[in-house]
């Protein structure tokens, strides 16, 4: 089991900066690859970020290229989203999440791919 506990959410003004943290606690951590996803206000959930565990490589939705930047730590069992030049249409709660996969350096961005969850955090970015 992996438990996952997202923080950094809150509001900010267009044009902002916030950085959103991902503490992984349970199972090791170096054999998951990591991913943010969001959900707007009647909006399904969708892909934001993912980070393979092996080479550190890193995907991003269209909407987020370029102004988001996925990262992790693995010393410290985390992984983090840094997202600049914040627009409205980012506001959502924002949800980390971990796949098992030891034996594969991929990064995954289909939700179906994630086996945990963490609770999510907030962000919103007022106009």
């Known amino acids: 089991q992996v438990q996952l506990v997202e923080s950094g959410g809150g509001l900010v003004q267009a044009g902002g900066s916030l950085r959103l943290s991902c503490a992984a606690s349970?199972?090791?951590?170096?054999?998951?690859?990591m991913g943010w996803f969001r959900q707007a206000p009647g909006k399904e959930r969708e892909f934001v970020a993912a980070i393979s565990w092996t080479n550190g490589s890193t995907y991003y939705a269209d909407s987020v290229q370029g102004r988001f930047t996925i990262s992790r730590d693995s010393a410290k069992n985390a992984v983090y989203l840094q997202m600049n030049s914040l627009k409205p249409e980012d506001t959502a709660v924002y949800y980390c999440?971990?796949?098992?996969?030891?034996?594969?350096?991929?990064?995954?961005?289909?939700?179906?791919?994630?086996?945990?969850w963490g609770q999510g955090t907030q962000v919103t970015v007022s106009s």
């Open positions: 999440a971990a796949h098992y996969s030891p034996h594969s350096g991929g990064y995954y961005y289909k939700e179906s791919d994630y086996d945990y």
């Open positions: 349970g199972r090791t951590f170096r054999n998951y690859a």
